[in-house]
């Protein structure tokens, strides 16, 4: 079993930037990709980045893409996302996943760490 903890949420006023980060713990095995999703109040969980474990290859919603960063420390079974120039519309509850597989559903989810964004 596999469990992801998100951290480093917090508030900031727009234009401001915020690092998470998602440990993996437990019986850790190699998986293909880890990704960032967010769900905002009242509306459903939404893909925010991803990053493959080996190659590092990144893929970003259109949304954050230039804004946003992911990154991996494989020694350290952690994953990043640099927030940059936030905006009140980032505002959401971020998680990381698990992707085990290329094309396989996410899953693992952590609990998710709260990012609020002031105007």
């Known amino acids: 079993q596999v469990q992801l903890v998100e951290s480093g949420g917090g508030s900031v006023q727009a234009g401001g930037s915020l690092r998470l980060s998602c440990g993996a713990s437990?019986?850790?095995?190699?998986?293909?990709?880890m990704g960032w999703f967010r769900q905002a109040p009242g509306k459903e969980r939404e893909f925010v980045a991803r990053i493959t474990w080996s190659r590092g290859r990144t893929y970003y919603a259109y949304s954050v893409k230039g804004r946003f960063t992911i990154s991996r420390d494989n020694a350290k079974n952690t994953v990043y996302l640099q927030m940059n120039s936030l905006k009140p519309e980032d505002t959401a509850v971020y998680y990381c996943?698990?992707?085990?597989?290329?094309?396989?559903?996410?899953?693992?989810w952590g609990q998710g760490t709260q990012v609020t964004v002031s105007s």
């Open positions: 996943a698990r992707q085990v597989l290329a094309g396989a559903d996410f899953g693992s």
């Open positions: 437990g019986r850790t095995v190699s998986s293909y990709a």
